[in-house]
C-alpha cells in the first residue's frame, strides 16, 4: 500500500472526521452549486459501491468461516450454559 494510504488509514476517526470536514468546505468555496451537486454524488457512489463489496466480502467470509446467525446464537448458548454451570446461586446474584 502507498505510504499515504497507511497515513489516511491509521488516522484516528476524529482526525479522518476534521479532514473530511475541511476538505469539504475547501471545496464548497471553489464550487458552483451544481458542480458541488454532481461532485457530491459522485463521491457518494463511490463510498456505496465500497460499503456494498465490503458487506459481500463479510457476508462470503463469515459463511466461509461458519459464522452464521444460527452458529452465533448456538455459541452464545453454550456459553450461557456454562456460565450457569459455574455460578449455581446466579439467581441471587444482583
Not at 28 to 57: E, K, R, Y
Request: aromatic share 4%; hydrophobic share 45%; with cysteine.
Amino acid at each position: 500500500m502507498l505510504p499515504i494510504a497507511d497515513a489516511f488509514f491509521s488516522l484516528p476517526p476524529a482526525s479522518m472526521t476534521a479532514l473530511g470536514t475541511g476538505l469539504g468546505f475547501a471545496l464548497v468555496g471553489h464550487l458552483n452549486a451544481d458542480q458541488q451537486n454532481s461532485l457530491g454524488n459522485f463521491l457518494m457512489l463511490i463510498g456505496q459501491i465500497l460499503t456494498t463489496h465490503a458487506g459481500q466480502q463479510q457476508l462470503l467470509s463469515d459463511e466461509r468461516s461458519g459464522q452464521t446467525l444460527a452458529s452465533v446464537q448456538q455459541q452464545i448458548a453454550c456459553l450461557q450454559a456454562r456460565l450457569d454451570a459455574l455460578s449455581p446461586q446466579a439467581e441471587t446474584c444482583p
